[in-house]
């Protein structure tokens, strides 16, 4: 093995031209790193736009730099070197795969195109590729179109044709994006699997930052520069004695809610910078204070926040720094006040409420019901018989492994898609006799933002007013105070489509929230999100509630579940739980078999695969019934 680093730059620049009148973006900006050949994992983290997409091309060599060298393992990527062909492999973020080809046809044809390899000598390319698809649990759906799978398994396709050649160096851009925690959890099973039986070493980005922490080596990007490079232990150890868990009492959970919230919202208004971080995780309260702080320090900052009385009740102590703190450290720190993220303020002319409404769901009114619903595509049941509610003000999230039906539960709430059977009901409509009432009771922001790209900010803003029954005085002064309430006033001549994506996020919601509906949608919204827009993004939805909006998202971040006041877990289009965080926490520990279940995310994976071997079991023992 070659004791040269794994990755080598020096003032790396990568520069694009940007549209007319707009100064050139420089994706990648005087990038100088040195990674450790010891180093067999390396992550690479940051935002949207932090160039992380460009630098993975410039090391596999699609990209050409405008300045600075860089080399990979010793050699100078060029995609035309056959050398480095046999080095190096690259799984990018569009798969790439061809959706009218079988799993093996996709196989085979990239193995022709990129000259396959077996893995060890003597083995055909036949065995090869059996192997490849035994590794990635691809095994058995040789013969099913790759426009058919599901998303967890395009992802394993994809990575076995990364594979075909063997390479010595594995890039991986964001591997993981867009998949429920299952798919994860089996795709690093693979890498895993694949880094112990050979000499490969892997190079992957990805939005995640606990997969980040498992990592040898970890390299920090933000607006095309370097903001760190190291081991993960190093960058944890600068948490040390900032980190805390403060456990509540107890009381119900809806107090939980009221308690979390006001703590959230008093860090984003807080002068004084104590806390630079709250966060909802296990049952508990995690916090991150910006100088390292006594037990004692921190309790007489929550007595500030809660007061003596409820204090006493309290349980605070030190915890294990994760990698989201190290992060929020180099991130938070000098912009935390006002920066990406809803406000609400503005659109009503009045100060925004800081303080949660505390009010129990029970109390509230029913503001979305459905009952018995399900939706068929052709022979294909996508949801089945599914029943619940959401009251006013409440945040209700829908969860699911990929293919479990949540997208389309989601479609059939905000009528973008008629159930087949059963009855929707939004503040007492019936969506299908009364659809455009029901709609302008409702604010929807789609994944992708569903944003005018040509567009400038303030004319999506004048179109959406306009679309919502909005003129002359009345129209102006809506679109004025939602540039303000949503620090957009900068951004007011700029396209939609040049926004920053926190920016992008802000608008999209402003756009949504012009008519002050009862009801908002939110798909995926924080997808590709920082870590520092998601906490501000969250802290405004909590806000939004309190005020009385409801509030319906899906969300692949599982602890993002934390916020929601009650959430379902589907699957096979099923709704195999429903109720709150703590409610969800027990129902699997029912089934966990004894396994400690903590986080939403070991509840999830729980029940899910409680369910899958129930289903399993009735398949088998149908099966024995008919033999």
């Known amino acids: 093995m070659t004791s040269r680093p794994m990755i080598d730059t020096k003032n790396l620049t990568r520069i694009f031209d940007a549209a007319p009148g ?5 994706a990648v900006d005087g990038l100088t790193i040195s990674i450790p050949a010891s180093a067999r994992l390396v992550a690479l983290v940051g935002p949207d736009g932090a160039g992380k997409s460009t630098l993975m091309r410039l090391v596999c060599g699609l990209e050409v730099p405008d300045h600075g060298y860089i080399e990979v393992l010793g050699l100078a990527p060029d995609p035309d070197d056959e050398r480095f062909l046999e080095t190096v492999a690259y799984m ?13 046809e996709n196989l085979e044809l990239f193995g022709t195109l990129r000259g ?13 590729y059996r192997q490849l698809l035994q590794l990635t649990g691809l095994a058995g759906f040789e013969g099913r179109l790759a426009g058919d799978l599901s998303g967890g398994m395009k992802q394993k396709l994809a990575l076995s044709i990364a594979l075909v050649r063997a390479p010595r160096f594995l890039i991986l851009d964001e591997p993981t994006v867009g998949v429920d925690p299952l798919s994860r959890r089996e795709l690093w099973h693979i890498i895993q699997q694949m880094m112990a039986s050979t000499q490969t070493t892997c190079f992957f980005s990805t939005a995640y ?4 922490e498992k990592a040898d080596w970890i390299i920090c990007l933000t607006n095309g520069h370097l903001l760190a490079a190291d081991t993960p232990t190093a960058m944890l150890s600068k948490a040390q004695g900032k980190s805390f868990r403060v456990q509540l009492g107890d009381v119900a959970d809806t107090i939980k809610q009221t308690y979390t919230r006001r703590l959230m919202q008093r860090v984003g208004l807080s002068d004084e910078i104590f806390c630079l971080d709250v966060v909802p995780r296990d049952g508990a309260i995690e916090l991150l204070t910006q100088k390292s702080q006594t037990l004692e320090a921190v309790k007489a900052w929550l007595i500030a926040q809660w007061g003596k009385e409820f204090v006493t009740t309290v349980d605070v102590t030190a915890r294990p720094a994760r990698m989201e703190d190290a992060y929020a450290l180099m991130t938070f720190e000098g912009k935390h006040r006002v920066e990406p993220g809803i406000t609400v ?9 800081t303080e949660p409404n505390g009010m129990s769901p029970e109390s509230a009114s029913i503001v979305i019901e459905t009952t018995d619903v399900s939706r068929h595509f052709g022979d294909f049941v996508a949801v089945t018989a599914s ?3 959401v009251r006013r003000g409440e945040i209700f999230g829908l969860l699911g492994p990929n293919g479990a039906g949540k997208t389309t539960t989601f479609r059939m709430l905000c009528g973008l898609l008629p159930p087949s059977s059963g009855r929707v009901m939004l503040e007492g409509r019936d969506l299908r006799k009364a659809l455009a009432k029901a709609r302008a009771e409702i604010g929807y922001v789609a994944q992708k933002f569903s944003l005018y790209a040509n567009l400038t ?10 679309s919502y029954g909005f003129y002359g005085a009345t129209l102006t002064k809506q679109v004025e105070d939602a540039l303000v309430a949503y620090k957009l006033a900068r951004y007011r001549k700029m396209p939609a489509n040049d926004l920053p994506l926190g920016a992008k996020r802000d608008l999209a919601i402003a756009c949504a929230l012009l008519h002050q509906p009862a009801i908002l949608f939110l798909d995926e919204a924080t997808s590709g999100a920082d870590l520092a827009s998601r906490r501000h993004f969250w802290r405004g939805l909590t806000k939004l509630a309190a005020q009385g909006t409801t509030i319906v998202v899906t969300t692949h971040f599982m602890e993002e579940a934390e916020y929601c006041d009650r959430f379902l877990i589907q699957e096979a289009g099923r709704i195999l739980a429903i109720g709150t965080p703590n409610e969800i926490r027990s129902a699997a520990r029912q089934v966990s078999d004894g396994h400690p279940v903590r986080s939403i995310e070991e509840a999830f994976v729980a029940l899910v695969e409680e369910d899958r071997r129930a289903r399993q079991s009735v398949i088998t023992s149908e099966g024995v019934t008919h033999d």
């Open 22 to 26: 707009r100064p050139p973006i420089r």
């Open 92 to 104: 990018p973020q569009s798969l790439g795969l061809y959706k009218d080809l079988s799993v093996i």
């Open 116 to 128: 396959a390899k077996s893995m060890k000598a003597g083995m055909s390319l036949a065995e090869h």
């Open 209 to 212: 930052l606990e997969e980040a």
């Open 345 to 353: 303020d503005g659109l009503t002319g009045q100060a925004a409420s």
């Open 387 to 389: 029943s619940f509610t």
């Open 457 to 466: 900010v303030e004319e999506n803003l004048r179109y959406f007013a306009r």
